[in-house]
Nanobody, 124 residues
Framework: QVQLMESGGGSVQAGGSLKLSCATS????????MAWFRQAPGKEREWVAA????????AYADSVKDRFTISQDRGKVTVYLQMNRLKPEDTAMYSC?????????????????WGQGTQVTVSS
């Protein structure tokens, strides 16, 4: 089993930055990749970014490309999401997810483990 725990959320003004963390524990050696998703009230869960452990490659949704950066702490299986130039439309509950087989941009596919989420609120 793998456990995920997010941290780093909070409130910030538009244009500001936040860095989210997703700490892991358990049988992390089996993981292929991790991803961040977000869900705003009344909206469907949206894929934000993914990180692949085998080659450290990354992928981003168009809405966050060039503003957000996903990365890993080399010493441990912790994945970060650095969020810069935040906009009010980035306001959402952010959750990390882990997959043994590959990351999809559909939250219903391939993910084996989820964290509880951390709230990000961006005011204008």
């Amino acid at each position: 089993q793998v456990q995920l725990m997010e941290s780093g959320g909070g409130s910030v003004q538009a244009g500001g930055s936040l860095k989210l963390s997703c700490a892991t524990s358990g049988e992390t050696y089996r993981l292929n990749c991790m991803a961040w998703f977000r869900q705003a009230p009344g909206k469907e869960r949206e894929w934000v970014a993914a990180y692949y452990f085998v080659d450290r490659s990354t992928a981003y949704a168009d809405s966050v490309k060039d503003r957000f950066t996903i990365s890993q702490d080399r010493g441990k299986v912790t994945v970060y999401l650095q969020m810069n130039r935040l906009k009010p439309e980035d306001t959402a509950m952010y959750s990390c997810a882990a997959s043994y087989v590959g990351c999809s941009n559909d939250y219903r596919l391939r993910y084996n483990h989820w964290g509880q989420g951390t709230q990000v609120t961006v005011s204008s």
